[in-house]
């Protein structure tokens, strides 16, 4: 098992054997080469985009500390598993969903308590138009007791849902790229993004 001293050993190493990569490589050839076994590659592409994973997981745990927790386990996993990327996805966004899942992840530890079930009807067939019914749910509250209250209500969500507020909250993504973290079709965004709004509205009456 990797603890947290290996993972921060490895990567020290990596950054003291560094060598000059040229900055003008694309995300592509720098993925190719550490897949060969260029850890001096990898190192680049964690440079290039740590800034915008680790706003991510700021925005998600809503603390350094957690962020800072998250970005590591973030950076483990994707050396470990740079093999499993096959391309499809934009390599930021592989990155980023691996970062995002290791905020959820550390929310869920500090969580400790028993979820809250929410059936949702399989005949619930709602229509929505993508620029209201998808906002953000934090527009719809104002005042700082009013977001407290709303993130006490988004812990209740189940799952499904909490994770697609969470990463839609991330940066205030849209659809498309929250559908693309969350490793589901568009159409199940919109729909669990809804569900959501429409749960949350009832908690915060």
Same mark, same amino acid.
């Given at each position: 098992?990797?603890?947290?001293?290996?993972?921060?050993?490895?990567?020290?190493?990596?950054?003291?054997?560094v060598?000059?990569?040229?900055?003008?490589?694309?995300?592509?050839?720098?993925?190719?080469?550490?897949?060969?076994?260029?850890?001096?590659?990898?190192?680049?592409?964690?440079?290039?985009h740590?800034s915008?994973?680790?706003?991510?997981?700021?925005?998600?745990?809503?603390?350094?500390?957690?962020?800072?927790?998250?970005?590591?386990?973030?950076?483990?996993?994707?050396?470990?598993?740079?093999?499993?990327?096959?391309?499809?996805?934009?390599?930021?966004?592989?990155?980023?969903?691996? &970062?995002?899942? @290791?905020? !959820?992840?550390?929310? =869920?530890?500090?969580?400790? +308590?028993?979820?809250?079930?929410m059936?949702?009807?399989?005949?619930?067939?709602?229509?929505?138009?993508?620029?209201?019914?998808?906002?953000?749910?934090?527009?719809?509250?104002?005042?700082?007791?009013?977001?407290e209250?709303?993130?006490?209500?988004?812990?209740?969500?189940?799952?499904?849902?909490?994770?697609?507020?969470?990463?839609?909250?991330?940066?205030?993504?849209?659809?498309?790229?929250?559908?693309e973290?969350?490793?589901i079709?568009v159409? &199940?965004?919109? @729909?669990? !993004?809804?569900?959501? =709004?429409?749960?949350?509205? +009832?908690?915060?009456?």
């Amino acid at each position: 098992m990797i603890t947290e001293v290996d993972s921060q050993r490895t990567q020290d190493e990596l950054q003291e054997n560094v060598k000059f990569v040229a900055p003008a490589s694309t995300d592509e050839v720098l993925v190719a080469a550490a897949k060969l076994g260029d850890h001096q590659a990898f190192l680049e592409l964690w440079t290039r985009h740590s800034s915008r994973v680790f706003k991510a997981t700021y925005r998600i745990t809503g603390n350094r500390e957690d962020a800072e927790d998250a970005i590591q386990g973030a950076w483990m996993k994707a050396y470990l598993h740079l093999n499993t990327f096959d391309g499809r996805a934009q390599f930021t966004t592989w990155l980023t969903r691996i &970062a995002i899942n @290791s905020s !959820l992840m550390i929310l =869920r530890r500090k969580r400790a +308590r028993p979820e809250t079930s929410m059936d949702i009807g399989d005949g619930d067939t709602p229509q929505w138009e993508i620029a209201d019914q998808t906002k953000s749910v934090e527009d719809l509250y104002t005042g700082q007791e009013r977001v407290e209250r709303l993130k006490r209500a988004i812990c209740r969500l189940q799952p499904t849902l909490r994770d697609v507020v969470e990463i839609h909250q991330s940066e205030d993504r849209s659809v498309k790229e929250v559908a693309e973290l969350a490793g589901i079709s568009v159409a &199940a965004t919109k @729909s669990r !993004l809804l569900r959501a =709004r429409k749960i949350l509205r +009832r908690l915060l009456v």
